[in-house]
Each structure stands twice: as C-alpha cells, then as structure tokens.
Nanobody, 126 residues
Framework: QVQLEESGGGLVQAGGSLRLSCAAS????????MGWFRQAPGKEREFVAH????????YYADSVKGRFTISRDNAKNTVYLQMTSLKPEDTAVYYC???????????????????WGQGTQVTVSS
C-alpha cells in the first residue's frame, strides 16, 4: 500500500519557522518529482513547491519564494519543506504529493499528482 505521511506541522508565531517532512512508503519515489501544496479554509488547493527526482531542480510559488526551501533525501524516501519567516497567510493544511514524471519545466499542477498525503496543519499566529 502506497502511503505519503506528512509531519512537522503545528502552531507558530509570525516570523517563526517549521520544517515539514513527508515520508513515503509502499514504493520508492526516488524516480519522480515530489511536491507540496496547501489549502486554506474556503480556498482552493494551491501549489507551494516541487523538486525533481534528482533534487537538482526546484520550483516555488511566488508567495513563498525566498522563505521556503524544498529538499529530498532519496535514501530515506523523504521530502522536506523548510519554512521560515512564516506569515499568518501561510496558515493552511499542507499536503505532500508524488507526481508521475522525473522532471517538470514548470510548476506542477493537480493533474500531475498521482499520490497525496493526508495533510498536516500549519497555523501562524500574528
């Protein structure tokens, strides 16, 4: 059974940091791009970042560029999202996703995503 399990969410003050982790099990995802989306209450799920299979290419939403860093450890089948300088508008449920290709020359979209985690809540207080 394929599973993506996020962890690391929580409550943090504005300006603080959190690191999200996404551990994959059931198969290896080292040969596909992985990413993060988020969904705030009443809003659509939106792209945050993705990383190519090799880890050499990354894409970020403009809203998080310079504050968030995506990385991966293929030996551990794990993807990370380091979030710094957090803002109240970053409050959302964050979802990890695995795509169906090694590399995308553009930000990934929902149809690119084959697997999803259950999500982890990130709340940033002002």
């Amino acid at each position: 059974q394929v599973q993506l399990e996020e962890s690391g969410g929580g409550l943090v003050q504005a300006g603080g940091s959190l690191r999200l982790s996404c551990a994959a099990s059931g198969r290896t995802f080292s040969n596909v791009a992985m990413g993060w989306f988020r969904q705030a209450p009443g809003k659509e799920r939106e792209f945050v970042a993705h990383i190519s299979a090799s880890g050499s290419n990354t894409y970020y939403a403009d809203s998080v560029k310079g504050r968030f860093t995506i990385s991966r450890d293929n030996a551990k089948n794990t993807v990370y999202l380091q979030m710094t300088s957090l803002k109240p508008e970053d409050t959302a449920v964050y979802y990890c996703t695995a795509t169906n290709r090694r590399y995308y020359a553009r930000p990934i979209t929902l149809p690119d995503c084959d697997y999803w985690g259950q999500g982890t809540q990130v709340t940033v207080s002002s």
